[in-house]
């Protein structure tokens, strides 16, 4: 249930008046009041609106979206996003956490302040449905990641399936035996789910499993370098490594480079996502291509048509595996 205005009064012992004058800022108030008042906010997680007119009306026209980065993979996701809501006739404000709780329940908090219609959200790493509980009253949609248990709307692709049939590429019809791993530490859904594909992927070519032949890193570009080059150095037999995602394909080639490694000829290697860089690396580059854009707009029509807020749905998109030249073929 929503805090009210009158609860928070009710909490700290003073007026609606000295309330409603601490929160807008429109007549001084003593500093131990305002300190009862901001104190009586936080404890009662008080969500004040921004705008009585959106109140009294119900609707704002607004959508809020929350990312965890501004790369090109959610780049093209906002596209979406924005290309359906115009069409609906809203408008979406934007922002991004960069992976830290505390910053996305901030972004929520302001997100419901300003009386958005619905919220959708990338959950940062660490997000789980206790902490979305405060913002049940809300429609939500979460995208590319979903929290278990949580049953609200998710749109997300299928990350398990293709990571699968893209490390049986490299196992099957390359004969690759020694195939590393490098993903991002994190207990996000679309992370775990690259891992676990590539693990049924081995389980099926009947290629043990072995930690010395997974690295994870903090998903960075540098941090994959890193992540690849101990992989290398830990592996001479290594033939072909998986990265799981598109920002640390970068990383990888980077670390190919140092270590002075021809791609495929020396180690082959296979990412997911596509980047405008990759046009212009040679050899063209076998990936995982998500409806990155179809993901956007999935979600907002879901969204749209969930503002009642009663019903749950969980949509799974299909990847497409792109084969190139780096996985040898």
């Known amino acids: 249930m929503k805090v009210t205005l009158k609860e ?10 000295t309330v409603s004058n601490v929160l807008n800022g429109t007549k001084p108030v003593t500093e131990n009041n305002k300190r009862k008042v901001l104190k009586a906010v936080q404890d009662l997680e008080y969500i004040p609106h921004e705008a009585a007119r959106q109140l009294k009306a119900g609707k704002s026209g607004l959508i809020g979206v929350l990312t965890v980065g501004y790369n090109s ?20 404000i934007v922002g991004s956490t960069e992976e830290d709780v505390q910053s996305q329940k901030e972004f929520l908090d302001s997100f419901i302040a300003k009386r958005v219609e619905g919220i959708i959200m990338a959950p940062a790493n660490g997000w789980t ?34 990571s699968k049939q893209l490390v049986s590429h490299l196992a099957t019809h390359h004969q690759y035996k020694h195939i590393g791993l490098v993903y991002a530490y994190s207990d996000i859904s679309s ?39 101990k992989l290398i150095e830990k ?10 995602n598109n920002n640390m394909l970068l990383g990888a080639f980077k670390a190919c480079k140092k270590r002075k490694l021809k791609i495929p000829q020396d180690i082959a290697i296979a990412g ?16 995982i291509q998500q409806p ?11 969204l749209i048509n969930n503002k009642d807020n009663k019903y749950i749905q969980h949509e799974e998109l299909k990847n497409k595996v792109v084969i190139g030249e780096s996985c040898g073929c």
């Open 235 to 244: 592996n001479k037999d290594l033939e072909a490594i998986y990265i799981a």
């Open 292 to 302: 990155v854009k179809q993901m956007g707009r999935e979600a907002m029509n879901l």
């Open 8 to 17: 928070v009064s009710k909490y700290c012992g003073l007026s609606i008046a």
């Open 73 to 92: 993979f959610f780049t093209e996701i906002l596209k979406g996003v924005e290309e359906q809501a115009t069409r609906k006739g809203f408008k979406i």
């Open 272 to 287: 997911v996502d596509t980047e405008p860089w990759m046009e212009f690396v040679q050899p063209t580059i076998t990936t």
């Open 191 to 229: 992370m775990t789910e690259r891992k676990l594909g590539y693990e049924i992927a081995l389980r099926e070519a009947r290629i043990p499993i072995e930690n010395s032949f997974m690295e994870s890193c903090d998903g960075s570009i540098e941090g994959a370098e890193e992540a690849t080059i």
């Open 129 to 162: 449905k206790e902490k979305l509980k405060k913002y049940q009253d809300i429609p939500i949609a979460l995208i590319d990641r979903w929290i278990p248990a949580y049953k609200y709307i998710s749109v997300i692709t299928n990350n398990k399936e293709s």
